[in-house]
């Protein structure tokens, strides 16, 4: 209760300055944390479709095998590798294109290589702003304690009269923008963290898939098979 009326007073009491760092951290937090919620879903979602990989290599034909993958990866990361894998290597296909003319191993690996490429760059949507967030909140809120701190040493100064009382109530005050900067800055830090693990085991399973894929679709066998 104290910290709030603190903080409603340092509010009131604000220019327009300290007004504009308290919204800069609130447009951030709010950023941040749509990030956090959204990738936090489709990093679930993709971790639960990596275990059909498994049932990529069960099935029949190709083309079931192709369909297994896209009934399970509702993220589509998985799923376009092994279809356009496919049709590179489908000599049918390519008649009548520059593609004809190119070695089919060499046509399988640029496509392989495009989709990972493709597949990398969605995953590393958003990073950066909770990189940047993380990296610059605590600092933003340090600018906004530090422009408190000295309207405040303004203030009492200016009254005439120095009293220790009257110095530490704006002090503290001016100090809960420090704090908004941090409570803004770890989750952001935290997510970064853990969703570029996430990336790295997705993009590594990623690797491995298209390395058996471009095996099978060049020789007919995977790779240690």
């Known amino acids: 209760m104290n910290q709030t009326l603190g903080f409603a007073h340092y509010w009131a009491q604000g220019d327009a300055v300290t007004h504009a760092v ?24 993709i971790r639960r479709s990596a275990g059909a990989l498994d ?24 799923a376009p590798l092994a279809a356009q894998g496919a049709e590179a290597a489908n000599v049918t296909a390519q008649a009548g294109s520059l593609n004809a003319s190119i ?5 399988i690996t640029r496509t392989l290589r495009r989709e990972i490429n493709r ?16 990296s610059t909140a605590p600092f933003v809120g340090l600018f906004g304690t530090v422009w408190g701190i000295y309207h405040a040493l303004v203030a009492v100064s200016s009254a005439g009269t120095v009293q220790i009382d009257k110095v530490a109530g704006p002090v503290g005050e001016a100090l809960i923008m420090t704090a908004l900067g941090l409570v803004v800055a770890i989750p952001a830090v935290l997510a970064y963290n853990a969703f570029t693990r ?24 995977r790779v240690g098979k």
Request: glycine share 6%.
């Open 22 to 45: 308290a919204y800069l951290l609130l447009l951030m937090s709010v950023a941040s944390w749509y990030y956090i919620f959204s990738k936090a879903w489709s990093s679930w979602r």
């Open 55 to 78: 049932g990529f290599w069960k099935a029949p034909t190709l083309n079931d095998a192709i369909a297994v993958v896209r009934d399970a990866d509702s993220e589509n990361v998985f």
């Open 103 to 107: 070695d089919p191993g060499e046509l």
């Open 119 to 134: 597949v990398s760059a969605r995953l590393e949507n958003g990073l950066t702003l909770l990189a940047s967030v993380g």
């Open 198 to 221: 996430v990336n790295r085991v997705t993009l590594a399973e990623l690797d491995a898939f298209a390395h058996d894929l471009h095996a099978f679709l060049t020789t007919g066998s």
